[in-house]
């Protein structure tokens, strides 16, 4: 290859690896590289973005929106080496890095082909021949998948609306040749669905429906189900056999005789009948700071009036211990069941009040009474000591163990010793010199005695009176 290819190729794959040349693929497209290279050009292959195909109907293969930095963003780190691979590469590469799904109510009708060659595919989609009733959920391309067949995707999930249920309608007719068939019908009043599309159907509820079709007999057997809500109880069980089948029906829990309600109940089959006293006494509805109680408010009955229950009742948590929120605190045991149904008066707690943080339990919790707490108080905390949650009874707290008391100051400690003395300091610099002094006065003259030979005194003193006045001028 000319040494200008090598170059040229080389340039155009540092571009992409570094994101220079930017390419963000929007939903429904896929990202691939293009498989355009040409030593002769010299063209090097480079990634782009290319349309998910769609079916006859124009329902188009699905991805989801790029994310910068990351899904579908060639830039992304996930893609680099890929992307260098290919841009490097002496030969064609169509390299698919992000691929396309089958929405739900489709088929994959041509294969996902996951290969750097020219035979790398993203597949193909078609309809799924009848979905009024069953229908394929989507299915999430991650790589190479084979083809898949309208008989056996095509049944993967009901295609009912939402508040809907799967049931075989048990028109079976010998004489007019009218086999049973799958229907969707209405949830009955307040009772719930998902839509049929969101959830596969199981191996055994597709049996249901081929060998319902299949029988010569009536088949009433339910597929999906109904579920209860939140706030309502079963009040008709579910059946589902081949000589009837029913979802059920609900009623709503009253707040007549309970401060709590009921959980939602997932139907996955046949089901029996629940109460009231004992769903709808499942969640409570107390409010932050308080704890439900029954009231102890039986009285038996007297002719002519009934009996008079339990009611279960909300009540504010003492001083300063609190609670969470009732609905956040899952579902309750049986206690509250009980206590409704009871013939005599119950004053049990169904839930709890906690004690706070910097503080202590001074009354024992009961399981008829919530029990106190004081603070700890100064002389027992300097910082923040964790609270103690109530989930039953519970012993009275010791404050000077819960709370953990500051030790007093210690007396002040005795003077240490003398230190060492300091090493010595460094000498003094010198001091200047002092300043000359004057001439002194000169002597008087010497007396003139003749002598023939002058006596050593006679002489020095000559010699001194001339020479040290000369001597202290010079100076």
Request: charge should be negative.
């Amino acid at each position: 290859m000319p040494r200008c290819s090598v170059v040229l190729i080389g340039l155009a794959a540092l571009a992409s690896v570094t994101g220079v040349q930017a390419t963000n693929c929007a939903a429904n497209s896929y990202l691939r590289m293009n498989g355009a290279y040409n030593s002769g050009t010299p063209t090097a292959n480079a990634v782009e973005c290319v349309a998910c195909p769609t079916s006859a109907a124009g329902v188009s293969m699905t991805t989801p929106s790029p994310v910068t930095g990351g899904y579908g963003d060639d830039a992304a780190p996930r893609y680099a080496a890929a992307i260098a691979k290919g841009v490097a590469a002496s030969a064609v590469d169509n390299t698919i890095l992000t691929f396309c799904s089958v929405p739900a109510g489709h088929f994959l009708s041509g294969a996902v082909v996951d290969s750097d060659t020219s035979s790398a595919s993203p597949g193909a989609i078609t309809i799924c021949a009848a979905t009024s009733i069953v229908t394929a959920v989507a299915t999430t391309i991650t790589g190479a998948t084979a083809v898949q067949t309208d008989a056996v995707q095509c049944v993967t999930a009901s295609a009912c609306s939402a508040d809907e249920y799967l049931q075989l309608n048990g028109l079976y007719n010998s004489g007019t040749s009218t086999a049973n068939a799958a229907a969707c019908t209405a949830c009955p009043a307040g009772m719930t669905a998902a839509a049929g599309s969101t959830v596969t159907l199981t191996s055994a509820q597709k049996t249901l429906i081929t060998t319902g079709v299949a029988a010569s007999a009536v088949d009433n057997n339910l597929v999906t189900f109904c579920n209860v809500p939140a706030g309502s109880w079963l009040s008709t069980a579910v059946t589902s056999a081949a000589s009837a089948g029913s979802p059920g029906a609900v009623s709503s829990c009253s707040r007549d005789l309970f401060s709590t309600t009921s959980p939602l109940v997932t139907i996955t089959g046949a089901t029996s009948v629940q109460t009231a006293a004992a769903q709808c006494t499942k969640v409570s509805l107390c409010a932050a700071g308080e704890y439900l109680e029954s009231n102890g408010g039986y009285e038996a009955a007297v002719t002519p009036f009934l009996a008079t229950p339990n009611v279960l009742v909300c009540t504010a948590c003492p001083g300063s211990m609190t609670s969470k929120v009732g609905t956040s605190q899952g579902t309750l045991n049986g206690d509250g069941a009980a206590a409704i149904v009871a013939t005599s008066a119950n004053n049990n707690l169904m839930t709890f009040c906690d004690v706070q943080d910097n503080a202590y339990l001074s009354t024992a919790v009961t399981a008829t009474s919530p029990g106190a707490s004081l603070d700890c108080g100064a002389t027992y905390t300097d910082r923040i000591l964790s609270g103690t949650v109530i989930t039953g009874p519970t012993a009275v707290q010791v404050q000077a163990v819960k709370c953990v008391a500051i030790g007093a100051a210690g007396a002040d400690g005795a003077d240490g010793a003398d230190g060492a003395d300091g090493a010595d300091g460094t000498a003094g610099t010198a001091g200047t010199a002092g300043t000359a002094g004057t001439a002194g006065t000169a002597g008087a003259a010497g007396a003139s005695v003749a002598s023939p030979a002058a006596p050593l005194s006679t002489i020095t003193a000559a010699v001194f009176g001339a020479v040290v006045p000369a001597i202290l001028i010079l100076v």
